[in-house]
């Protein structure tokens, strides 16, 4: 079993930043797909951004693009998302999500493990 715990949520105003981290606890961390997905309020959890194991490979969508980027430190057990130029539809609880498989996938029914979510409301 993999415990994800994010963190680095907040409340921020528009045109600000964030950097969201997520800690598995797990030995086997650098072997794992990384994923963040979030969950806006009344919608559908959707797809943020992804990073395979050895951080050869990230994946945005393009809506995010130039905002959004993903990174990952193995030695530090880490993944992080920062988050720039924040708008108030990003407002979501944010989910950090490990897949053992090494393919980067959008849907959340093919990640294995997922963290608690991390709260970030943008004030406009």
């Known amino acids: 079993q993999v415990h994800l715990v994010e963190s680095g949520g907040g409340l921020v105003q528009a045109g600000e930043s964030l950097r969201l981290s997520c800690a598995p606890s797990?030995?086997?961390?650098?072997?794992?797909?990384m994923g963040w997905f979030r969950h806006p309020p009344g919608k559908e959890r959707e797809f943020v951004a992804g990073i395979n194991s050895i951080a050869s490979r990230s994946d945005i969508p393009d809506s995010l693009k130039g905002r959004f980027t993903i990174s990952r430190d193995n030695g530090r057990n880490t993944v992080y998302l920062e988050m720039n130029s924040l708008k108030p539809e990003d407002t979501a609880v944010y989910y950090c999500?490990?897949?053992?498989?090494?393919?980067?996938?959008?849907?959340?029914?093919?990640?294995?493990?997922w963290g608690q979510g991390t709260q970030v409301t943008v004030s406009s």
């Open positions: 999500a490990a897949r053992q498989s090494p393919m980067m996938s959008h849907r959340p029914d093919e990640y294995d493990y």
């Open positions: 797990s030995r086997t961390f650098s072997t794992y797909t």
